[in-house]
C-alpha cells in the first residue's frame, strides 16, 4: 500500500488531473478495475483505492477544517480523489471502476440528517455533488452512513462475515450498531436503524425530544470524557479514564461499560444474533470493552453470540466506503446485498 500526500493541510491547491483523465483515459476498458473510497468525517476525510477483494492500493488523508464548511471540505475531496486515482492507474494499472464515500447522520439524496458539526454538511446533495465533480455517471458512485457501510465492510472481508444475523457495534467518539439481518445492512424506515446512542436509560429520559442521546452521553467516548472531567475537576478524556487508577474512576468505566452491554444483551435478545463484532476508539481498551460486553451477553441471553473484535479498528468508515464502490461491480464474487444508506 502507498500513501499519497498524507495529512495535506487546509487549502491545498486544485492541481489534479481533470476527471475524464483519471477515470476514462487513464484505461476505463483496459486492465483490472479498481474502486475508490472516502469517508468525511469531522476532523478529517480519508481516502483509499482498493482491489474488488478489498485490497487497499493507495490511501491519501486530508484535514476536514470543519470551521471552512462544507463546501471547501468536498471540493478539496473531489481534487484528492482525482490525483489518487491517477497515482493507483500509474502505479498499480487498471481503471477506476466507482467510488463509495460515507459519512455520519443519515445520508438522503438532497440532505444528511443527524449531520456532523461542519456548516452546510445538512444541505449536501452528496451523490450528487460527488457525480459532478468527478464527472460520473449516478450509477458509479454509492453513498451511506458510515457505520452501516463499515458493517458491510466486516461482512464481505471482515469478523462478521457469514454471521446472520450480525451486530457491529461502534464504541467511540459516538455509539451506534449496524445490523445485518438476511444478508443486508439493516437501514429502517428513515434510514437510522441501530441509532443506539439515543436509547432511553430510564423511565425518566425523554431523549431525542430534549436534545439528547442519553447512551451515547452515558457511556461513549465523548460522555465518559464530559463525565470523568467532572469527577476529577480537571479536563481528561476517555483513554485517560481508561488507563486511570484511580478506585473512583475506575467505577465509572465499568458502569458505563455495564450500561451499553445492558442495551447491547438486549439487541442481542431481540435480533437472536449470531455474531457481534465492536469497533471504534475505545477498543483501544479492547480487553476491557470485550470482557464487559461478553459477561453481560454471556448470562443475559438466551443463545449468547460471540463477541468478537472488528477486522477494521482504524479504518472501518473507510473500508466501508471501498465496500460501497465494490458493490457497485456486478462481477465481484460474493457480494453482499446492502441498503447501507444509498442515495
Known sequence: MTALHRGRAPGTPDSAPAPEQVFACSGAGAGEAFVCGIDFGGTKIALATARPDGTVLASDRLITDAREGA????????????????HTAAT??????A?????PGIVLPDRILLAPNVP??????LAATLCEGLGLDPERVAVGNDGKAAALAESRWGALR???????????????????????????AHGAAGEIGYLLRGRADTGFGAGRAPLEEYASGIGLGTRGSELLGREVDAAALFADPDPRVR??????????????ANLAITLD????AVTGGLMRSASRVLAALRARVRVGVPFPPTVVRAR????AALRGALSLAAELLPRFPGAVASNAGRA
Do not use: K, N
Open 71 to 86: 463546501v471547501q471540505a468536498v471540493r478539496r475531496a473531489v481534487a484528492a480523489t482525482r490525483a489518487l486515482v491517477a
Open 92 to 97: 498499480a494499472g487498471g481503471h477506476c471502476a
Open 99 to 103: 467510488v463509495g464515500a460515507v459519512s
Open 120 to 125: 452546510g454538511w445538512q444541505d449536501l446533495a
Open 162 to 188: 457469514g454471521a446472520d444475523p450480525a451486530i457491529l457495534l461502534t464504541a467511540g467518539t459516538g455509539i451506534a450498531a449496524a445490523i445485518v439481518l438476511g444478508g443486508r445492512v439493516l437501514d429502517g
Open 251 to 264: 467505577a465509572l468505566v465499568d458502569e458505563a461499560l455495564d450500561e451499553l452491554a445492558v442495551h447491547v
Open 273 to 276: 444474533a449470531e455474531r457481534i
Open 312 to 315: 477494521f479498528l482504524q479504518d
